[in-house]
């Protein structure tokens, strides 16, 4: 995954980013409207720290959360998403 890091720091254009990694999604139906509206359309801007999907488009496909410091934008670690922390 070190690998990963620094190819994910050289070449930007080869990965695609997908939103937070570390937002809970509510459960689906109808009842669940509102929450929904939230999960997708209200937004943090966290700064610093911060877990993020990515995927590696141009080439594996592979999907990454990448924890990257949103000020300096030093990818810090690179784990494959199925590892990820659940909040």
Known sequence: L???????????????????????????????????????????????EH???WQHTLACRRWLVVRRHTVSHDILDVMPARERPVP
């Open 51 to 53: 877990l993020e999907f």
């Open 2 to 48: 070190e690998s990963i890091a620094r190819i994910a720091a050289n070449a930007t254009t080869t990965f695609s980013y997908f939103g937070d990694a570390t937002k809970v999604y509510p459960p689906l139906g109808a009842e669940h409207h509102d929450a929904w509206v939230e999960a997708v359309y209200q937004r943090d801007n966290p700064k610093g």
